[in-house]
């Protein structure tokens, strides 16, 4: 019966603790005063690059957010923040293929190997969200989304994605 319980409170404090890992990280200026932001623009492209699906998508739930916290998008270049966005892309590697092992039991011993190493690599884009104020060209807000946007996602997974991950950045803004 102990087993059980020390087995149910483990498996508790452990889903808690995943719970509580941050889908995202903010870092702010704790001496910005977020008030004063009232407009907003989105930073200017080059001229030969084109504007992706995902930016898009990033730049309508930025905009979403940003209105249900008081700040409309400006035209002209006097906004108050200018808002810089990015996926950047990262890769991890899973290998797989060789292995060694060992073991005994009664009267046995054994070891065995495999075949060579095979790794491949997983790409995928990492969100990230700036907020620059325009009067003295500093970033004053930066959030990063600790989620994988990932190649293989249909359209509807990444406009999910992205909205969720925008949402969990803008939740506690303005900074207290």
Known sequence: MNNVLSCVFCCAL??????CTADVSTDYDKQTNYAQFKTY??????????TSLDAVRVENAITRELQTHGLTLSKDKAADVTIRHAIQSQSDYQSSGTSFGFGYGFNNVGIGVS???????????????????TNNNQVVWRSVSQRKLKETMSPDDRETFIDEQIGE???NYPPQ
Request: charged share 25%; net charge negative; proline share 5%.
């Open 169 to 171: 950045m803008f939740k």
């Open 14 to 19: 452990l889903g808690s603790l995943i719970a």
């Open 41 to 50: 623009q989105f930073a200017v492209q080059p001229d030969d690059d084109s």
């Open 115 to 133: 075949t060579p190493t095979q790794y491949k690599e997983y790409k995928y884009g990492k969100l990230i969200v700036e907020m620059v104020a």
